[in-house]
């Protein structure tokens, strides 16, 4: 959907990125900090003799950076049609409104919440990219959108077409036509960046036009359950409602995130927000310009992190890697040797410390390419080569209508388990292929309850083994209680959902 050109590019700004006047701040505010040189008042002989005072240290200056930069940001304005559309508001799955964590995903985009209304309104920030018109803003800004005007700091107007979006990292690339080119910021490498560093915001806060706020840099790597790639800077840089999309960017005027989120229990900024990494940025928008959708590898695994609990119950040393829950019947990893119950600890040569490293190195995986993944199974260290496929889109699963009955409970987890007949599969509306035993009710208070297993579920393994009878899962909790271990594993199947849990054992 991109075009190349032969336009010349025009840079926000010409030499050298800080002006001696700000470094020299900059020096002299480090010094006062870190007790190099201490701000004193002059004495009362000096102030009569007209001695030479000691002047306290200024703060560092960003007016040089902020009158570059402040060209190429933009106001991004929509507009949708419909009783209800993709503007408002988006709430976590599992959050009850106005909870803290709301704020996550209502990205202070800002337009009326109004229930039955027929036009709605929002307004976002965005940043422009390349001299011809590429402009890079959230994907929940310009979702659902009938009509998209993008008004640039000279206060033009222009309609903007959606070249691209993307919803895992809620990145949207858009395209006007100025009839000139355009100002425009480099996206830089962010993996650099430091925690303490000097970060300035720009956007359209409460669509009040371009505004600028600086802090510094909170914390990095942040995972906010937001989707499955999160990586988040965190910052401490005022940002608010219609902040979304805007730049994020250093002292030397380069783009090292996109604003896209704030924690916050009224709405309002409290200091913590977070920016999307520039380097993920330039791996999506490059995909958005060059397809106009992003390519990513895929596996078709379903996977959990290996939490103490998961550890102890399979007997592993750390909770390094990440726990294969399922096998997706027609995924990549279907005719392979991958089994529920596998502990990935290294995939090519990268080992997988944390949960979220393996779907980012799936993801950034070319479709095609065979991977060597080593693992664990039964305690024993195995090596299965595998063949990523391309992505596909989202699949919904069948949801199950369960009812609890009582039976006896045989074991000392709290668990009520019955066989699964064919008239209890038709009662209870299980999905055919589903195979286990039945959790008919799970004891208030109970080991099975804390852990976290519900009535209605299926248990299809136990400690890694596969079980079809109650007998088959009282024997095998009390071969975990035997073996000593500190909790036993169970793979639990859940409104079509496979995962696994790990469940205490008494001493």
């Known amino acids: 959907m991109s075009s190349q050109t032969t336009t010349k590019h025009s840079r926000t700004s010409t030499g050298n990125p800080l002006t001696r006047t700000t470094v020299a701040a900059a020096v002299a505010l480090a010094l006062a900090i870190g007790g190099g040189v201490a701000a004193q008042s002059p004495t009362p002989q000096a102030a009569a003799t007209g001695a030479a005072a000691i002047v306290a240290p200024a703060m560092p200056s960003f007016a040089d950076v902020a009158e570059r930069v402040s060209p190429a940001v933009v106001n991004v304005t929509v507009i949708a049609e419909g009783p209800t559309t993709s503007l408002m508001p988006r709430q976590h799955p599992g959050l009850p409104e106005g909870a803290p964590l709301d704020e996550f995903f209502k990205h202070f985009f800002d337009q009326p919440n109004v229930p039955g209304r027929q036009r709605a309104e929002g307004a976002g920030s965005g940043f422009v990219i390349d001299a011809s018109g590429l402009v890079v803003t959230n994907n929940h800004v310009v979702e659902g959108a009938n009509e998209i005007t993008v008004t640039l700091n000279d206060g033009s107007k222009h309609q903007a077409q959606v070249v691209g979006r993307d919803d895992k990292t809620d990145l949207a690339l858009l395209k006007i036509d100025a009839g000139r080119t355009l100002p425009f910021v480099d996206l830089a490498d962010a993996s650099a960046t430091r925690v303490g560093d000097w970060v300035l915001a720009v956007g359209n806060p409460f669509g009040l036009g371009g505004s600028v706020s600086a802090g510094i840099v909170s914390a990095r790597g942040r995972d906010i359950n937001a989707g499955p790639y999160d990586d988040y800077l965190q910052i401490d840089a005022p940002i608010n409602r219609g902040n979304s999309g805007g730049p994020l960017f250093d002292v030397y005027g380069r783009v090292i995130g996109v604003n896209t989120a704030i924690y916050s229990p009224t709405g309002g900024n409290v200091g913590i927000g977070f920016a999307i990494p520039a380097e993920t940025v330039k791996k999506v928008v ?7 959708r992003v390519s990513r590898g895929w596996l078709g695994v379903q996977i959990q992190p290996v939490t103490e609990d998961i550890a102890g119950a399979l007997g592993l040393s750390g909770t390094e890697g990440v726990l294969i829950a399922d096998i997706l019947p027609d995924g990549p990893a279907a005719g392979t ?3 529920p119950g596998d502990v990935i600890l290294k995939a090519g040569d990268q080992p997988i410390k944390d949960y979220k490293d393996l779907p980012k190195l799936i993801a950034d995986t070319k ?20 063949t990523i496929g391309a992505m596909p889109g989202s699949e919904t699963l069948a949801k199950n209508d369960v009812q609890p009955a009582a039976i006896q409970d045989e074991t000392k987890l709290g668990l009520y388990l019955v066989s699964v007949t064919p008239e209890l599969r038709q009662e209870k509306g299980l999905r055919p292929a589903s195979n286990g035993v039945y959790v008919a009710r799970v004891q208030p208070g109970s080991p099975a309850a804390e852990a976290g297993v519900e009535s209605g579920s299926l248990i299809s393994m136990v400690g890694g083994q596969p079980v079809d009878s109650p007998t088959q899962v009282y024997e095998a909790v009390r071969a975990a209680v035997a073996a000593k271990r500190s909790a036993v594993m169970l793979r639990i199947e859940k409104d079509g959902r496979p995962m696994f849990i790990a469940v205490p054992l008494a001493a």
Do not use: F, I, W, Y
């Open 286 to 292: 490059a995909d958005l310009r060059q397809d106009g």
């Open 337 to 339: 040797e991958l089994q």
């Open 367 to 386: 479709a095609g390419t065979r991977l060597n993944l080593e693992l664990v199974r039964g305690g024993k260290p195995l090596s299965v080569a595998v």
